[in-house]
T-cell receptor, first 112, second 117 residues
Framework: QKEVEQDPGPLSVPEGAIVSLNCTYS??????FMWYRQYSRKGPELLMY????GNKEDGRFTAQVDKSSKYISLFIRDSQPSDSATYLC????????????FGKGTRLSVIA | GAVVSQHPSWVICKSGTSVKIECRSL??????MFWYRQFPKQSLMLMAT?????????EQGVEKDKFLINHASLTLSTLTVTSAHPEDSSFYIC?????????????FGEGSWLTVV
């Protein structure tokens, strides 16, 4: 079993829809959880950062972490065509020298 | 704005030559930087962890003599692809973990496209 599982998609939704992206993981030691957005041929851009369990909201984006289920989610409200990108979940055990473990990324297309 | 700068954004080189890619943290000190490569439609693959003032830690299967990493200061790490071959053509991305203020967050550079012909 891979440490982080993420459905690669592609996921296609109409403009204005609520998008739900998620990842599952197997390592209960993960404490830091992140979502990155990557446009084609660009480096990943940090969208959301969460420590331990709980919800975090930033504009149209909401990140949820459920450590008991080892499940994290990213919700995008009122999706826009500009949200079309690959979304990568990432996590790590601590804030030291441990690198992030990434999901494979989900390709999202928001159709106008 | 960008907090991690990567240069060059793209480079084309001849087979057998060496290419250096720079990764700079712009407004924070980065004790640790990570180098990844990414093939089209694939996820990021960690190549090595670069620690300031010490040798890099390479992931299994990554040739340390081919991918030379130097982290000489708290704001700069370089990746040199030596004796490049067409199979080294890929998207190389660095990321940095901050020392102050940004200590728990990793930011990525814009990436460098390498094409070896």
């Amino acid at each position: 079993q891979k440490e982080v599982e993420q459905d690669p998609g592609p996921l296609s939704v109409p403009e204005g829809a609520i998008v739900s992206l998620n990842c599952t993981y197997s390592n209960s030691a993960f404490q830091y959880f992140m979502w990155y957005r990557q446009y084609s041929r660009k480096g990943p851009e940090l969208l959301m950062y969460t420590y331990s369990s709980g919800n975090k909201e930033d504009g149209r984006f909401t990140a949820q972490v459920d450590k008991s289920s080892k499940y994290i989610s990213l919700f995008i409200r009122d999706s826009q065509p500009s949200d079309s990108a690959t979304y990568l979940c990432a996590m790590s055990r601590n804030s030291g020298n441990t690198p992030l473990v990434f999901g494979k990324g989900t390709r999202l297309s928001v159709i106008a | 704005g960008a907090v991690v700068s990567q240069h060059p954004s793209w480079v084309i080189c001849k087979s057998g030559t060496s290419v250096k890619i720079e990764c700079r943290s712009l407004d924070f000190q980065a004790t640790t930087m990570f180098w990844y490569r990414q093939f089209p439609k694939q996820s990021l693959m960690l190549m090595a962890t670069s620690n300031e003032g010490s040798k890099a830690t390479y992931e299994q299967g990554v040739e340390k003599d081919k991918f030379l990493i130097n982290h000489a200061s708290l704001t700069l790490s370089t990746l040199t692809v030596t004796s490049a071959h067409p199979e080294d053509s890929s998207f190389y991305i660095c990321s940095a973990r901050g020392l102050q203020g940004r200590g728990n967050t990793i930011y990525f550079g814009e990436g460098s496209w390498l094409t070896v012909v």
